[in-house]
C-alpha cells in the first residue's frame, strides 16, 4: 500500500463521525432555531408593548387636547357672564330693539351653541350645589325649601357650573296642612 492509499481509504472511524455529523448539525439548527423564536417572540412582545403604549399615548394627549378645549371654552364664556346678564336685564325692561336686539341674539345664541345655558326659576327646588341663597324670603303655598326670587341667573356648561344662581329663598309653610303640602310636592316633580 502506498502512502496516498492510508490517506485516503476511509476507515470506520469517519464514517459514525460522518452519521453523527448530520445529527449534530440538525440539533444546532434545531438550538439555533429556538433561540430564534425567542429572539422574535421578544421582539414581538417589544413591538405590543410599544404599541400600547403609543395607544395609550394618543389617548391620553386627545384627552389633554380635549381639557385644554373645554379649560379655553369655560374661561371665555365665564368672561362674558356679565356682558350677558347685561344683555338679559336689558331684554327684560324692553330696552333692545333694533341692532342692538339683533347683536344680543347673536352673541346669545353663539354662547348656547358652546354649551352655556342658564338655570334658576322661581318654585325651583333649592340646591345648594347650584344657588347661593342671599336671603330668605317668605313664599306662599311653599311645600319645599325653593327659590323664592332670583337675583342673578346662574349658568353652566354643559353639566359644570360656572356661576351659580344668586337667589332669595323661601322655607315650607307651615301654616298649610301635611296632606295638601305632600300633594303639591308630587305635582311640582
Known amino acids: 500500500m502506498s502512502t496516498d492509499d ?8 469517519p464514517a459514525a463521525d ?18 430564534l423564536e425567542s429572539r422574535l417572540a421578544e421582539r414581538t412582545e417589544d413591538l405590543q408593548r410599544l404599541q400600547a403604549e403609543y395607544i395609550n399615548y394618543k389617548r391620553r394627549v386627545d384627552r389633554d387636547r380635549d381639557l385644554a378645549r373645554r379649560a379655553g371654552k369655560e374661561q371665555i364664556l365665564t368672561d362674558l357672564l356679565p356682558a350677558l346678564d347685561a344683555i338679559q336685564l336689558a331684554d327684560q ?8 336686539k339683533m347683536l344680543a341674539d347673536q352673541i346669545s345664541a ?6 352655556l345655558s342658564s338655570y334658576g326659576q322661581v318654585g325651583d327646588q333649592f340646591d345648594p350645589t347650584l344657588h347661593e341663597a342671599l336671603m330668605q324670603l317668605p313664599m306662599s303655598g311653599a311645600t319645599k325649601t325653593c327659590v323664592s326670587q ?11 357650573v360656572l356661576r351659580p344662581a344668586r337667589v332669595a ?15 303639591h310636592g308630587d305635582e311640582e316633580r
Open 110 to 115: 353663539a354662547a348656547a351653541r358652546h354649551g
Open 18 to 35: 460522518e452519521v453523527l455529523a448530520p445529527e449534530a448539525q440538525l440539533e444546532a439548527l434545531r438550538d439555533q432555531v429556538a433561540q
Open 6 to 13: 492510508v490517506t485516503t481509504t476511509p476507515t470506520p472511524q
Open 150 to 160: 332670583v337675583m342673578q341667573p346662574g349658568h353652566r356648561i354643559h353639566d359644570k
Open 169 to 183: 329663598v323661601s322655607e315650607p309653610d307651615t301654616q298649610q296642612p301635611a296632606t295638601e303640602s305632600s300633594t
Open 93 to 100: 325692561h324692553g330696552e333692545l330693539d333694533g341692532p342692538f
